[in-house]
């Protein structure tokens, strides 16, 4: 069955770094297109980056010059590179795959990671 799972979260100071992966299962990973997504409390769940099977990326305004998102598929694992870390990135982080970024959102996800930044 397909499986996405997230690691990588935790606490960390403001202005610190984390580096997130999730670990991608029961699908050909290289025909999908990964993203990354937050939910903080009483907020929507955004897409934080996407990246496609050509590895064209995208960001969200909040998070661009600070956050990278990269693929290793033969890893079958997705990366999110978090830097200059900000108290309002505190959320959950879901890993997610669908088969483009604009329908992602009725792909695969996984059961999210905490990150939590401290001023």
């Known amino acids: 069955q397909v499986q996405l799972v997230e690691s990588g979260g935790g606490l960390v100071q403001a202005g610190g770094s984390l580096r997130l992966s999730c670990a991608a299962s029961g699908l050909t990973f290289g025909n999908y297109a990964m993203g990354w997504y937050r939910q903080a409390p009483g907020k929507e769940r955004e897409l934080v980056a996407g990246?496609?099977?050509?590895?064209?990326?995208n960001y969200a305004d909040s998070v661009k010059g600070r956050f990278t998102i990269s693929r290793d598929n033969a890893k079958n694992t997705v990366f999110l590179q978090m830097n200059s870390l900000k108290p309002e990135d505190t959320a959950i982080y879901y890993c997610a795959a669908g088969i483009t970024l604009a329908n992602m959102k009725k792909g695969y996800w996984g059961q999210g990671t905490q990150v939590t930044v401290s001023s």
């Open positions: 990246i496609l099977r050509n590895s064209h990326t």
